[in-house]
């Protein structure tokens, strides 16, 4: 055995460091932290996708072809696209403008007040300026923000915020694209947008089963500067993004030079009431059965799995009544095992969860599952249960189905049999 190096290993090992090296160099990772003053937030040039093909995807977009895969989306049967590159040049810079006014640069991020309101929109200003306190969008925070980002955020979700940055469109599931305001794993009442909490969490705890990792070492100021620079982004890219298609979609009728600025400012104005009042919690109701009680505890998975798996059967509750089922059934096709592709808002591939894995991206305590059956996850277009179709009990049974799902013996024997064809052993009967 020859010391040293082989061809066959330098040339394995040149293979590995190569993209790490350039990785590192197309992250920003230098001895600067800070973007360049000159550096502007880039337009929007990617397809805008407003509504799905009709037709179900069958495969994963190829590795590295975002951009090609959604512009793809424009030419199926069914689907809504708007082209930003038809703007024209005139209403371009003059979205550009605005958007700068209000949201800066990347080297110095801000949410400042329109300089001229309409007079229909100054009861709004007030309310705003209350918005961007409690938000923490500050301008000392966003800069310090920025750095952070740049440092741990930009290689995969771009400048803007676009899920674009030079590791983007390799990874799969792709990063976040933060531009139309939306979020999968939300807790607030309002269920539009995320809490500040939420954001933070994930920046915390990562999120499992894809590329986002965990910052858990991070301070704990550092996370509320990263989770203000991700709503400061929000804003500005939803702004964007609404206005484009309010201008695409419109057409010769659309608006006009001198209605552009009244539009962003009423826009602007909304977005941030929306992330005011998304700050409000939706708060569940106490858990309703003891620690220890294994009998009540099999009884709430089995009426859980009832519910999971039936639409419009009539279940028997411990209270005397009856309700229908949740039908969770309709999209975690056996419990998850088989799904199709389907397209989320973004215009980009997800997939419904394979419930048995116990794989939950959006987090695996029983208030994180309740919180994704009462508030659902709107852009992969999982719904939200409405109070007067679903009780909170009957969540909670879907909680405690959930979380025994993945493990057989935990269910009971009827249970277990109709999703595990798996009867009870020897020495589980002679327990009883």
């Known amino acids: 055995m020859k010391a040293g190096f082989s061809p066959e290993r330098l040339?394995?090992?040149?293979?590995?460091?190569?993209?790490?090296?350039?990785?590192l160099g197309l992250a920003?990772?230098?001895?600067?932290?800070?973007?360049?003053?000159?550096?502007?937030?880039?337009?929007?040039?990617?397809?805008?996708?407003?509504?799905?093909?009709?037709?179900?995807?069958?495969?994963?977009?190829?590795?590295?072809?975002?951009?090609?895969?959604?512009?793809?989306l424009s030419t199926l049967k069914g689907a809504t696209t708007y082209d930003p590159a038809k703007l024209p040049l005139a209403q371009r810079q003059q979205l550009n403008k605005a958007l700068e006014d209000l949201f800066g640069r990347p080297a110095k991020p801000k949410v400042a007040m329109p300089q001229e309101v309409d007079d229909s929109l100054q009861g709004g200003v007030a309310a705003a300026e209350a918005a961007v306190q409690e938000l923490k969008l500050d301008e000392p925070t966003l800069a310090a923000g920025s750095k952070l980002y740049r440092r741990h955020c930009l290689h995969c979700h771009g400048v803007a915020g676009d899920g674009r940055g030079p590791t983007g469109p390799w990874v799969n599931p792709h990063p976040r694209d933060y531009r139309q305001g939306l979020f999968k794993f939300i807790s607030a009442a309002s269920?539009?947008?995320?809490?500040?909490?939420?954001?933070?969490?994930?920046?915390?705890?990562?999120?499992?089963?894809?590329?986002?990792?965990?910052?858990?070492?991070?301070?704990?100021?550092?996370?509320?500067?990263?989770?203000?620079?991700?709503?400061?982004?929000?804003?500005?890219?939803?702004?964007?993004?609404?206005?484009?298609?309010?201008?695409?979609?419109?057409?010769?009728?659309?608006?006009?030079?001198?209605d552009l600025g009244y539009h962003v400012n009423y826009w602007f104005f909304a977005y941030l009431k929306q992330w005011k009042e998304a700050q409000k919690v939706f708060t569940p109701p106490e858990y309703p059965y003891k620690d220890g009680d294994q009998a009540a505890l099999a009884a709430s998975i089995t009426r859980g799995f009832q519910l999971f798996s039936q639409n419009q059967t009539d279940i028997p509750l411990p209270d005397g009544t009856k309700a229908k089922g949740a039908g969770c059934i309709g999209c975690h096709?056996?419990?998850?095992?088989?799904?199709?592709?389907?397209?989320?808002?973004w215009g980009t591939l997800v997939r419904p969860a394979n419930l048995t894995t116990g794989v939950y991206r959006g987090g695996r305590r029983p208030i994180d599952l309740y919180w994704r059956i009462m508030v659902g996850i709107d852009p992969a277009a999982m719904p939200a249960s409405k109070l007067e179709d679903l009780k909170p009990e009957q969540a909670w049974d879907l909680v405690n189905f959930l979380q025994a799902l993945p493990y057989p013996r935990m269910l009971p024997d009827e249970v277990r049999q109709k999703i595990y064809n798996v009867a009870p052993t020897s020495h589980q009967l002679a327990e009883r």
Request: aromatic residues 8%; glycine residues 6%; charged residues 25%.
């Open 11 to 23: 040339a394995r090992t040149l293979a590995l460091m190569v993209p790490a090296i350039l990785f």
């Open 333 to 345: 096709w056996d419990y998850g095992r088989q799904v199709p592709f389907r397209y989320d808002a």
């Open 191 to 258: 269920k539009v947008r995320p809490r500040r909490e939420d954001l933070i969490r994930t920046l915390r705890h990562g999120i499992e089963s894809t590329s986002m990792p965990a910052f858990n070492l991070l301070k704990e100021e550092e996370l509320e500067q990263l989770a203000s620079y991700v709503i400061h982004l929000s804003l500005r890219g939803n702004l964007e993004y609404f206005t484009l298609k309010t201008l695409l979609s419109t057409g010769e009728s659309g608006l006009k030079n001198e």
């Open 28 to 72: 920003g990772c230098s001895s600067s932290e800070e973007y360049s003053e000159d550096l502007t937030y880039p337009m929007r040039a990617d397809l805008i996708v407003d509504k799905a093909p009709e037709a179900l995807p069958t495969n994963p977009d190829p590795p590295g072809q975002l951009d090609e895969s959604i512009a793809l």
